[in-house]
């Protein structure tokens, strides 16, 4: 391990963190927040600095990176980035456990969106901003936007970086240099945000915040953007008017969809986009997954409370299909009380997830279509031993290696998700009752197996809300102190791709190299 080198890079994240904590702090100012909510955040942001400067003091002998240094740096940024983001909850009471603090930031740099938060209205601006601005710097990975500043070794060194902080089985540069790279993401990324803030400022005030309209266009932009997804106003998503959430929808299914395949558009090669299999596998499961929950809602196969009109039902459908596909989590209704083929297909698309290459979470679209070519090459080879593959996805041949990684990613994957759900069951708040007010009424349910199964769920494929006692209109408050280190864990495990979290229990990782 390049000690000295891995010191100079975490350094460099503390000093980047102190800088974005800025930006809640001058938010604090604006809104005029007593003296406590900017200490919340002047504290940590010196506190980061100093120790950031510090770190760069020794000067590292090799400046360059193996596969495997790559990975545990990027696992450790993560978990640096929350022990110190999670500070400014504590100290200004939003979240007075440190914990569940961690768990909270933890949701916002993987983009998962699941709060522990019971009344959003007691929490001020500058939380506020700072929750849902954690998913815009995570989104597109926090070492990718620092890739941009640091120098490029000749090794390839910072490909290792990206590989291990970017979602999906293939990540490769759009130009020579890994930083223009970089640069070229981000500028797509920041336009794109830009765009969806002034498209929803057209849109009218919501009632009752009619002063709030630019920074709530703000906050959910930063939600669609990194497809997190936490609220931060009662009902997530529900107050805002038809307009503003379909507009939501089509920017979800935007920042699902791989970024590379933007700057082809950009520079002119729309037909490589459109012969994109894993681009055209987007949409169908999209298109699919709409329609089974939109039948579902309009033909009423079974009972539910919600009384939508053919609009709504049609709204709502694409909204909760593109927030949960795309693992943002943003909620319009309480799809917990659908019937039976709405609910399941959205359990689907959260096991699926978005694009690789893209800001969402879940499995991923590129790996579910190779695996099942996979497995369609081993079906065949038991029928017919002479049989010779000749599977392709992306107009490339799949070699063995690859679908080899994608069964042991998802092998590693479930594993992860059943161990993590064997934990949850030691956890005192099963069999309890939970309250739950949202537009289908009020109900009771229990918290029981479904409520683990999809809090594991949302938070391996970072999708935020899930069901039950953990469902859109409810939190993740009622875990213990371990059950919430289990998920917070779980988040992680899921936004990095459990590898660069798993080498750090190598202890050949740690030998000095």
Same mark, same amino acid.
């Given at each position: +391990?390049?000690?000295?080198?891995?010191?100079?890079?975490? &350094?460099?994240?503390?000093?980047?963190?102190?800088?974005?904590?800025?930006?809640?702090?001058?938010?604090?100012?604006?809104?005029?927040?007593?003296?406590?909510?900017?200490?919340?955040?002047?504290?940590?942001?010196?506190?980061?600095?100093?120790? @950031?400067?510090?770190?760069?003091?020794?000067?590292?002998?090799?400046?360059?990176?193996?596969?495997?240094?790559?990975?545990?740096?990027?696992?450790?940024?993560?978990?640096?980035?929350?022990?110190?983001?999670?500070?400014?909850?504590?100290?200004? @009471?939003?979240?007075?456990?440190?914990?569940?603090?961690?768990?909270?930031?933890?949701?916002?740099?993987?983009?998962?969106?699941?709060?522990?938060?019971?009344?959003?209205?007691?929490?001020?601006?500058?939380?506020?901003?700072? #929750?849902?601005?954690?998913?815009?710097?995570? @989104?597109?990975?926090?070492?990718?936007?620092?890739? !941009?500043?640091?120098?490029?070794?000749?090794? &390839?060194?910072?490909?290792?970086?990206?590989?291990?902080?970017?979602?999906?089985?293939?990540?490769?540069?759009?130009?020579?240099?890994?930083?223009?790279?970089?640069?070229?993401?981000?500028? !797509?990324?920041?336009?794109?945000? =830009?765009?969806?803030?002034?498209?929803?400022?057209?849109?009218?005030?919501?009632?009752?915040?009619?002063?709030?309209?630019?920074?709530?266009?703000?906050?959910?932009?930063?939600?669609?953007?990194?497809?997190?997804?936490?609220?931060?106003?009662?009902?997530?998503?529900?107050?805002?008017?038809?307009?503003?959430?379909?507009? +939501?929808?089509?920017?979800?299914?935007?920042?699902?969809?791989?970024?590379?395949?933007?700057?082809?558009?950009?520079?002119?090669?729309?037909?490589?986009?459109?012969?994109?299999?894993?681009?055209?596998?987007?949409?169908?499961?999209?298109? &699919?997954?709409?329609? +089974?929950?939109?039948?579902?809602?309009?033909?009423?196969?079974?009972?539910?409370?919600?009384?939508?009109?053919?609009?709504?039902?049609?709204?709502?459908?694409?909204?909760?299909?593109?927030?949960? +596909?795309?693992?943002?989590?943003?909620?319009?209704?309480?799809?917990? =009380?659908?019937?039976?083929?709405?609910?399941?297909?959205?359990?689907?698309?959260?096991?699926?997830?978005?694009?690789?290459?893209?800001?969402?979470?879940?499995?991923?679209?590129?790996?579910?279509?190779?695996?099942?070519?996979?497995?369609?090459?081993?079906?065949?080879?038991?029928?017919?031993?002479?049989? =010779?593959?000749?599977?392709?996805?992306?107009?490339?041949?799949?070699?063995?290696?690859?679908?080899?990684?994608?069964?042991?990613?998802?092998?590693?994957?479930?594993?992860?998700?059943?161990?993590?759900?064997?934990?949850?069951?030691?956890?005192?708040?099963?069999?309890?009752?939970?309250? !739950?007010?949202?537009?289908?009424?009020?109900?009771?349910?229990?918290?029981?197996?479904?409520?683990?199964?999809?809090?594991?769920?949302?938070?391996?494929?970072?999708?935020?809300?899930?069901?039950?006692?953990?469902?859109?209109?409810?939190?993740?408050?009622?875990?213990?102190?371990?059950?919430?280190?289990?998920?917070?864990?779980?988040?992680?495990?899921? #936004?990095?791709?459990?590898?660069?979290?798993?080498?750090?229990?190598?202890?050949?990782?740690?030998?000095? !190299?």
């Amino acid at each position: +391990m390049n000690y000295k080198k891995l010191g100079a890079v975490l &350094g460099k994240i503390m000093i980047l963190e102190s800088v974005l904590m800025i930006a809640p702090l001058v938010v604090s100012f604006i809104y005029r927040e007593p003296l406590i909510h900017k200490l919340a955040f002047l504290i940590p942001i010196l506190l980061l600095a100093v120790l @950031g400067l510090l770190l760069q003091i020794p000067k590292p002998e090799r400046n360059s990176f193996y596969q495997k240094e790559g990975f545990a740096l990027t696992a450790l940024v993560w978990i640096i980035m929350t022990l110190f983001g999670a500070i400014p909850f504590v100290i200004n @009471g939003t979240i007075p456990n440190y914990i569940d603090a961690c768990f909270e930031i933890m949701s916002g740099f993987t983009t998962t969106g699941s709060s522990v938060i019971t009344d959003i209205t007691a929490v001020p601006h500058s939380t506020l901003f700072w #929750r849902s601005f954690s998913h815009w710097i995570g @989104g597109m990975g926090i070492l990718v936007f620092v890739l !941009i500043f640091i120098p490029e070794s000749d090794d &390839g060194s910072s490909m290792h970086l990206l590989r291990a902080e970017s979602p999906g089985p293939q990540v490769g540069k759009l130009v020579s240099k890994m930083k223009v790279t970089t640069r070229i993401l981000y500028l !797509i990324y920041l336009g794109m945000t =830009v765009l969806e803030v002034i498209i929803l400022m057209l849109d009218k005030p919501i009632p009752g915040y009619e002063n709030e309209q630019f920074f709530f266009s703000l906050l959910a932009t930063f939600g669609c953007a990194g497809t997190g997804g936490f609220g931060f106003i009662p009902g997530s998503m529900e107050l805002f008017h038809p307009f503003s959430q379909y507009v +939501m929808s089509i920017f979800l299914i935007l920042f699902g969809c791989n970024f590379s395949l933007y700057y082809l558009l950009l520079i002119g090669k729309w037909k490589d986009v459109l012969r994109s299999e894993e681009f055209k596998s987007y949409f169908a499961i999209i298109a &699919g997954a709409i329609a +089974m929950v939109f039948i579902s809602l309009i033909w009423r196969f079974e009972a539910f409370p919600q009384d939508y009109t053919t609009e709504e039902a049609f709204r709502h459908s694409l909204f909760q299909v593109a927030s949960l +596909m795309t693992t943002a989590g943003y909620t319009t209704t309480d799809y917990h =009380v659908w019937p039976m083929l709405a609910t399941t297909s959205l359990v689907l698309v959260m096991f699926i997830g978005a694009m690789a290459g893209s800001t969402a979470g879940g499995i991923k679209v590129s790996r579910i279509v190779i695996a099942i070519k996979g497995a369609y090459i081993n079906v065949r080879k038991m029928i017919s031993p002479r049989y =010779v593959p000749k599977a392709r996805f992306e107009g490339k041949t799949l070699e063995s290696k690859t679908i080899n990684d994608v069964f042991a990613f998802i092998t590693l994957y479930f594993f992860i998700f059943l161990a993590a759900l064997f934990l949850l069951a030691f956890d005192p708040v099963n069999g309890q009752l939970v309250n !739950i007010v949202s537009d289908a009424g009020t109900y009771t349910v229990e918290h029981g197996f479904f409520s683990n199964f999809s809090a594991v769920l949302t938070c391996i494929s970072n999708v935020g809300p899930a069901f039950e006692a953990v469902g859109p209109y409810s939190s993740f408050a009622g875990y213990s102190d371990f059950s919430t280190i289990v998920l917070t864990l779980t988040m992680m495990l899921g #936004r990095l791709e459990i590898l660069p979290v798993l080498i750090l229990f190598n202890k050949r990782t740690w030998q000095k !190299i």
